[in-house]
């Protein structure tokens, strides 16, 4: 995430305003999913899990989606 240079705060802002594009609900030990946020209308790509019985969230990893690998709204792989 930060050699990505994508800050804690712009990870946070795509938790709390993305959009699930992709879940996880086998992954263990939390259920994890994808989310797709546009942070200063750039595409973010965070990972995350929580942990109900805490309400930890675990980010699992950041990244700005690769367009070779996304379609052009960056929630359908190719």
């Known amino acids: 995430m930060f050699s990505r240079k994508i800050s804690e705060v712009e990870v946070e802002a795509a938790i709390n305003e993305g959009v699930i ?7 263990t030990p ?23 019985s805490t309400n930890i969230v675990y ?3 950041a990244y700005n989606p690769d367009p070779a690998i996304w379609l052009n709204n960056f929630s359908t792989r190719k």
């Open 30 to 52: 939390f259920a994890s999913c994808l989310i797709l946020s546009f942070i200063n209308n750039c595409p973010i790509h965070v990972v995350y899990s929580i942990d109900e």
């Open 21 to 27: 594009i992709e879940s996880y609900p086998d992954d």
């Open 59 to 61: 980010v699992i990893t």
